[in-house]
T-cell receptor
Framework: DTGVSQDPRHKITKRGQNVTFRCDPI?????LYWYRQTLGQGPEFLTY????????KSRLLSDRFSAERPKGSFSTLEIQRTEQGDSAMYLC??????????FGSGTQLSVL | GESVGLHLPTLSVQEGDNSIINCAYS??????FIWYKQESGKGPQFIID?????DKRQGQRVTVLLNKTVKHLSLQIAATQPGDSAVYFC??????????FGTGTKLQVIP
């Protein structure tokens, strides 16, 4: 499978715990995006990388959220001290040279 | 524009009929537009795209129309099938900028 891969698919955690998600983009894509989606809404932009550089962060991304892409390949999104409001689907996408955005299947986070 | 609201508009269509899903975008500087299909529990799936120098583009059973004057985008699905049932999102962007999603529309195909 050469698509965007996300791990885990589902994560259940208790409030206050830290969680980390991983995204492996399509290998030849140098741009990688993180989005968050709640039920009934469209994906909301969180942050974006070009290679290892984080070029933009949404104001939605509080200081409890951090994303990295250390070698310009896979990326991680960490949420510290999770809150119930963090429960959502976290989507990763990579973008090709023609601007098409390809999404992974997402990580569904439930904070209890 | 930005996705707002908790209730998705729903379009119910008889199997075999044509479907038209509409979207208003917000940024007049956007030059690339995409339609995505999202099934329950899955990530958005690319359907068709169009650049701002075009007003119509056709794919297999799908057509996207772009009206830049009124910032309107539509997706037409010919001969709608049960497998087309999903939530459809339009998205807008400018090169090397973030992709912004609109409010989704739920398409229900009645067999």
């Amino acid at each position: 499978d050469t698509g965007v891969s996300q791990d885990p698919r589902h994560k259940i955690t208790k409030r206050g715990q830290n969680v980390t998600f991983r995204c492996d983009p399509i290998s030849e894509h140098n741009r990688l995006y993180w989005y968050r989606q709640t039920l009934g809404q469209g994906p909301e932009f969180l942050t974006y990388f070009q290679n290892e550089a984080q070029l933009e962060k949404s104001r939605l991304l509080s200081d409890r959220f951090s994303a990295e892409r250390p070698k310009g390949s896979f990326s991680t999104l960490e949420i510290q001290r999770t809150e119930q409001g963090d429960s959502a689907m976290y989507l990763c996408a990579s973008r090709d040279i023609n601007e098409k955005l390809f999404f992974g299947s997402g990580t569904q986070l439930s904070v209890l | 524009g930005e996705s707002v609201g908790l209730h998705l508009p729903t379009l119910s269509v008889q199997e075999g009929d044509n479907s038209i899903i509409n979207c208003a975008y917000s940024n007049s500087a956007s030059d690339y537009f995409i339609w995505y299909k999202q099934e329950s529990g899955k990530g958005p799936q690319f359907i068709i795209d169009i650049r701002s120098n075009m007003d119509k583009r056709q794919g297999q059973r799908v057509t996207v129309l772009l009206n830049k004057t009124v910032k309107h985008l539509s997706l037409q699905i010919a001969a709608t099938q049960p497998g087309d049932s999903a939530v459809y999102f339009c998205a807008e962007t400018k090169s090397y900028q973030k992709v912004t999603f609109g409010t989704g529309t739920k398409l229900q195909v009645i067999p």
